[in-house]
């Protein structure tokens, strides 16, 4: 176990947190052996994976960080139609997505480019242009943190909705994902109908692409909306876009004819934050009509996508916790609505 470890590498908005603990887990067997020694009772600990989605308050994290770095990727079973895949939760997660394009494997492709690892992918069934983790989620497998004994999760199990899950939710912080299985299929057809996918393959003339085409048109469009991470600290859609009553969005159709939405399958409504926060603005200071594009000295809301918000170098953690509240509040006294953070705060 080392001490004082600055978190600068491991989290993907940039913040020089320091951890009092730390401690890398390369084996399965080694969390089971820290769980067993009684260690994780005696401080507040925290589970990082890899930090894609993740906010660092403070300057120190007082606790032990248990940093799971697990490698490998083993195939369980192929037949003519499918493939199941079983991935350590260290591996990292858009490695694994060109791996399976590769080998023309259908089921994560759309997800491709999302910065993280596997084992994070479930806790908040992670999505991106019309498909989600869950839709190729077979089960994975779990430490108890209390017990060091591992159980499976079914995808029932894991209760997976938008950005959620049971290990979100009502398990929150007692289990530690090991591996996920995923089923494959050999063969499938194409997701091409959310947002710019269409119209970017028209623009470039590609008519029926194959999969690694679509996989390489993805990682483009993510690649023009979201920051490099190299450059610029983000941990990718700040917020949730959030999902309201029928009733309600007519309301605000009626005073905003063009505010885009989602029909969800139970009768309400998804909004998009990112147009919500770039229809409105800082009420003081800079003068600045709309949030996007909006930066203070140190940190502030990307230009060309208002759900992400940046950290140029050198602010705190304070600053985007700052920021984010000064968003939620004018959001929600121009339209009504309480958008709430989809990164996770520490
Ligand atoms: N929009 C604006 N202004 C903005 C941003 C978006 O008006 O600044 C509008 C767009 O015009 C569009 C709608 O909002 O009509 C949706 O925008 P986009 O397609 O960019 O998707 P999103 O809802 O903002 C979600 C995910 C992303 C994922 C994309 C693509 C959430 C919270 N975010 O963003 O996930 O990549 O769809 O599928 O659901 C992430 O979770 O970190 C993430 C990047």
Known sequence: MKTNVNLLPYNSFGFDAVARYFVEINEVSELQTLIQSGELQKHKTLILSGGNNILFQNEVFDGLVVYINTKGVEVLHVDENEVVVRVRAGEDWPNFVRFCVEKGWHGVENLAHIPGKVGAAPVQNIGAYGMELKDSFLQCKAMDL????????????????????IFKGDLKGQFVITSVDFLLKKS?????????????????????????????????????KLPNLKQIGSAGSFFKNPVIEAAQFEGLQKDYPNIPHYDEPNGMVKVPAGWLIEHCGPSTGSGAISWKGWRDEHVGVYDKQALVLVHYGGGKGQDIVELSRKIQDSVEAKFGIRISPEVNFV
């Open 146 to 165: 209390a017990t060091g004994e591992t159980k499976i999760f079914s995808k029932e199990e894991c209760r997976f909705g938008y950005r959620e899950s």
């Open 188 to 224: 499938a057809p194409l997701h091409l109908d959310y947002g710019n996918i269409k119209a970017y393959l028209e623009q470039n003339g590609i008519e029926a692409p194959t999969l690694q085409q679509l996989h390489d048109v993805i990682c483009t469009i993510r690649d023009a």
